[in-house]
């Protein structure tokens, strides 16, 4: 059964994207993270990503390396909107309901991880019980504004385990 994972890349204070959604930050940091992302990537059958994350600022557009892990993925997104568009990229669903973007997702994924990207859909995710694991790499800047890790206005403990033996913060959700 495939797991959802939310994993991202984040400043020491806190932050997966500068002001505005800038994340062109992080290119200063390639190789700041111990990571061997084809091997993540090979755990990884399927990404579930939010509207403003897809259509976001790549710090890499325009390159190679632009799209998920430096352009280096190929397979099923699910792209979860309340603003399809009327045809969409080879390998791209977009989804109007969380639960039916989850369950895409995860029968894309065929039993290996669903990659969760972006703040608001893991935060949703968080919210209906459907998030399992959150996986953070973090880089040594300090960005003082932007779009948090996580963040639930009105609180919200989320309680996390540790997954010993895995890279970055790899956690388990637990209530």
Same mark, same amino acid.
């Given at each position: 059964?495939?797991?959802? !994972?939310y994993?991202?890349?984040?400043? *020491?204070d &806190?932050? $997966?994207? +500068? /002001?505005? +959604? ?12 111990? !990571? ?9 059958? %399927? *990404?579930? $990503?939010g509207?403003?994350? #897809?259509?976001?600022?790549? /710090? ?6 632009? &799209?998920?892990? +430096? +352009?280096?993925w ?5 792209? !979860?909107?309340?603003r ?43 919210a %209906?019980?459907?998030l399992?694991?959150? !996986? ?13 890790? #996580?963040e639930? /206005?009105? &609180? &919200?403990?989320?309680? *996390?385990e ?6 970055g #913060? ?6």
């Amino acid at each position: 059964m495939s797991r959802l !994972l939310y994993s991202a890349t984040m400043s *020491l204070d &806190g932050y $997966i994207a +500068g /002001p505005g +959604g800038d994340m062109s930050w992080l290119s200063e940091h390639v190789g700041a993270v111990d !990571l061997d992302v084809e091997a993540l990537m090979a755990e990884i059958g %399927a *990404l579930l $990503i939010g509207r403003r994350t #897809y259509d976001g600022d790549d /710090p890499n557009a325009g390159t190679d390396s632009e &799209g998920a892990f +430096g +352009g280096r993925w190929e397979g099923p997104s699910v792209v !979860l909107t309340h603003r399809p568009p009327a045809s969409a990229p080879p390998d791209v669903t977009f989804v109007t309901d969380l639960h039916e973007a989850v369950r895409a997702a995860k029968d894309a994924a065929k039993g290996k991880y669903v990659n969760v990207l972006g703040a608001d859909v893991a935060r949703q995710c968080l919210a %209906a019980g459907l998030l399992d694991e959150v !996986l953070v790499f973090v880089v040594p800047v300090l960005l003082g504004d932007g779009t948090r890790l #996580y963040e639930q /206005p009105a &609180g &919200g403990r989320v309680a *996390l385990e540790a997954l010993p033996g895995r890279p970055g #913060y790899w956690f388990r959700v637990v209530g």
